[in-house]
C-alpha cells in the first residue's frame, strides 16, 4: 500500500522560508514532487524530481525554492525561500512510479501573511 506523509507547512511572514518533506513508502517512485492549489484556483506543478536527479520548476518559484530528494530516494524536500502571498495554498507531495501511476499526499497548508 502506498503512502505519502507530508510535513513542515505552516504560517510564516512574506519573505520567509519554510521546508516541506514528504516520506512515500509502498512502491519504487521514478518522479516526486510538489503541486499546490490555492482557493478557487486549479491544482498546479511546483517542482518535481526524478529519481536520477533531473528538476524542474514552474517559472513562478524559480531561483525561490529548491527541490531535492533523499539519499534513499524515497523522500522528497522542497525549500521555500523568499516567500510571497502569493505562495498561499495547500500544498500536495506527488510521487509517480515507473508504471505510470500518480500517488498523492493529503495535503499540508502553507499560508504566507504581507
Known amino acids: 500500500q502506498v503512502q505519502l506523509v507530508e510535513s513542515g507547512g505552516g504560517l510564516v511572514q512574506a519573505g520567509g522560508s519554510l521546508r516541506l518533506s514528504c516520506a512515500a513508502s509502498?512502491?519504487?517512485?521514478?518522479?516526486m514532487g510538489w503541486y499546490r492549489q490555492a482557493p478557487g484556483k486549479q491544482r498546479e506543478l511546483v517542482a518535481d524530481?526524478?529519481?536520477?536527479?533531473?528538476?524542474n520548476y514552474a517559472d513562478s518559484v524559480k531561483g525561490r525554492f529548491t527541490i531535492s530528494r533523499g539519499n534513499a530516494k524515497n523522500t522528497v524536500y522542497l525549500q521555500m525561500n523568499s516567500l510571497k502571498p502569493e505562495d498561499t495554498a495547500v500544498y500536495y507531495c506527488?510521487?509517480?512510479?515507473?508504471?505510470?501511476?500518480?500517488?498523492w499526499g493529503k495535503g499540508t497548508l502553507v499560508t504566507v501573511s504581507s
Open positions: 506527488n510521487s509517480r512510479d515507473y508504471a505510470g501511476m500518480d500517488f
Open positions: 509502498g512502491s519504487i517512485f521514478n518522479v
Open positions: 524530481i526524478t529519481r536520477g536527479g533531473s528538476t
